[in-house]
């Protein structure tokens, strides 16, 4: 997909000089010389990047520009809008970033730099539509669309295996840590087989005591037990035709997993107090975090039973084994955190605290990284982007060692050698600047708010 660039700007040298910068990297460019012809173009072309200089006609006052960024904004939050104002209005360009622009220039503006800005926030146009493709395509039947989303080798696969497993009535084990997605991957299973009209039940077998748990599975008969004063189906007979899923399997106690094994062999269930068994047809799709090969090995698990359940085995990947994922993840996970926090709007996550959030080892996996993206997007304040002061102590103190120093350690990675270059360069145009941001920024070839963010991730003030 091409991108629009709306250039607005009352100068029309500008707009010639930088729409046939932006034409020759393949860009679409659209102009508007006024705050009037700005709205309509924007309607008109679909525009989803926009150049603006504050320093717009009537007044020729920096408000004008700030004034229509917010009209922009408001009327397409998903735009990356980058304002271009003079060295006396950066505290308000500064501003209009906390309210949703994407970044800003100081003038005199650096092609090399605009084009780079402009590439940053067309690649973040094309990760949040990926995203957004990725969540479409997930019916709400399907379950929670976090854990079905990603491409990396060892999630495909999972993914794949159960897609092939769905048509039929195999029973299905899944199997990963805990946060990993193992029912969202189950009502997934459940949502493409051919008994999807039909119920999907959940139990987890190690939340209720044996006796509770067997009389749920099973039901019983009015009078069996004190508290038993009517019959009451149970969680099989409610299934019949559909699926029933036994989260954390490995904790069944071992009397129950015999009454298990029989209604695998049989179709059969005896309710507690019964005389009489009933037939039920019930797809089984069991999860556990537990190594349960290893439990049949020291006999706490049957292994008649675990043949049974382990027709198909899925096995879920850690987050730490996907970290390629971890920005379609992150940002889906700031989308649906939106809902919780009124008036936030649409954001995004910076280089710097990605590169946190990659660091670290996700020992809680997706269910850690949503509550992680959850106190982000409250602590950003209403702030149009995720910085790593957002991220939570832990996260903040998971960025790779070379950052912090000069040097790159003994053996370090291509990355680290990398980030301790940059910071090397950083410190020496400060320092050849005494101090001043904005031009240390254009001696980098950087924007202001770019130096500023990388500033913050070295630990430079």
Sequence with gaps: MTETVLLIDDDPGFRDAYRELLAQEGYAVAEAGSAAKALPELRRTGARLVVLDLMLP??????????????????????????????????LALRLVQRGVHDFLAKPVDPDVLLSVVARAAAR???????????????????????????????????TLCERAAPTDVPVLITGESGTGKEVFARYLHARSRRKDRAFIAVNCGALAPTLL????????????????KDAPGLFVEADGGTLFLDEIGDMDPALQVKLLRVLETGEILPVGASRPTIVDVRIVSATHRPLESMVAGRTFRDDLYWRVRGIE??????????????????????????????????TISPGAMRRLEACDWPGNLRELRHEMQRALVMAGGRGEILEEDLSPARR?????????DEPA????????????????IAAALRATQGNKSQAAARLGLS?????????????K
């Excluded at 990356?80 to 209005?89: C, D, F, H, L, N």
């Excluded at 809902?339 to 649409?346: C, K």
């Design 125 to 159: 146009l094309a990760l949040e539509d990926r995203v957004a493709e990725l969540e479409r395509s997930l019916t709400a039947r399907e379950g929670d669309a976090s854990a079905l989303l990603g491409q990396s080798p060892a999630f495909l696969e999972a993914r």
């Design 397 to 405: 103190g998971g960025a790779p060692a070379a950052a912090g120093g």
């Design 314 to 347: 899925v096995a879920l990947p850690r987050l730490a084994d996907r970290v390629g994922d971890l920005p379609l993840l992150a940002q889906h996970f700031l989308n649906t955190a939106r809902a919780l926090v009124p008036r936030a709007p649409v954001t």
């Design 410 to 425: 003994e053996g370090a990675t291509l990355e680290e050698k990398i980030a301790a270059l940059e910071r090397r360069e």
């Design 214 to 229: 067997e009389s749920t599975l099973f039901g019983h008969k009015k009078g069996a037990f004190t508290s038993a004063i």
């Design 58 to 91: 009537p007044s020729g006052r920096p408000e004008e520009g700030a004034a229509l960024a917010d009209k922009i904004l408001a009327e397409r939050p998903a735009a990356k809008v980058i304002v271009v104002s003079g060295a006396g209005e950066t505290p």
């Design 448 to 460: 202001r708010q770019g130096l500023l963010n990388k500033m913050d991730r070295y630990g430079l």
